[in-house]
């Protein structure tokens, strides 16, 4: 290694960012180590510029092979309701994706374990508090409206995205768009007419502006 590139990496070493010395740790991260079927490999995406954070469930097993979020058919569906191309999506000045469980958590019963409870406590809130452009934060599935959303204790999950307006401007809850979801959307067909084009509406307006 040249001297001139040591002091490169040098400087760099000690000009980071906050959030991106926040994502490193992430990352980095093996509290779970044990507890998952692989090795952890924490998935996520986030810059300091983002302005709509997309918090989902955990990655499944294909997302956790290939370390892309939402790289499989949810992550077609959502995108699709959102009415953006791949490049857009991850553009991380546009979109953070930040799941309630950063690794694959292994499979359960009738599809994929819960997000891992160790993850958003660890790293939501300081990762959130570097994001100053934010303008939108959806909520996608129970896991993430749980966590996120107050008073909600007598509400279902359907109730709550039926009544998204409620939690606007902060937040914005929805149902995951995972192909096993769509038996829930054929008995929703109001979600079809009426959420999706207020996110495609609401999206293009924050991403333009």
């Known amino acids: 290694m040249s001297s001139n ?5 040098l400087f760099l070493a000690f000009n980071l960012k906050p ?10 991260c093996i509290i779970c180590k044990g507890q998952l079927p692989n090795f952890p490999r924490p998935v996520v995406q986030a810059s300091a510029e983002s302005k ?11 997302v956790q092979n290939s370390g892309i979020p939402w790289d499989d058919q949810s992550g077609n569906e959502l995108r699709r309701w959102l009415g953006v191309s791949k490049e857009q999506f991850y553009n991380d000045k546009l979109f953070a994706l930040v799941p309630m469980g950063f690794c694959y958590p292994g499979k359960g019963n009738s599809g994929d374990l819960p997000p891992r ?16 452009e ?11 409206q749980n966590y996120y959303l107050s008073d909600i204790k007598n509400t279902t999950l359907t109730e709550r995205v039926r009544n998204f307006r409620n939690y606007l401007p902060s937040f914005l809850p929805t149902v995951h768009p995972s192909p096993r979801n769509k038996i829930w959307q054929k ?23």
């Not at 590139?5 to 990496?9: A, E, I, R, S, Y």
């Not at 709509?52 to 294909?62: E, L, M, Y």
């Open 5 to 9: 590139l040591g002091l490169f990496l």
């Open 19 to 28: 959030l991106e010395e926040l994502l490193k740790e992430i990352r980095s």
């Open 52 to 62: 709509i954070v997309i918090i989902g469930q955990a990655p499944g097993q294909k």
């Open 117 to 132: 409870s160790e993850c958003a406590p660890s790293w939501h809130q300081p990762l959130l508090a570097e994001m100053k």
């Open 134 to 144: 934010i303008r939108l934060i959806m909520l996608i599935g129970q896991y993430a």
């Open 187 to 209: 008995r929703n067909p109001w979600f079809e007419y009426e959420v999706v084009p207020f996110l495609r509406a609401i999206t293009t307006d924050i991403l333009v502006h």
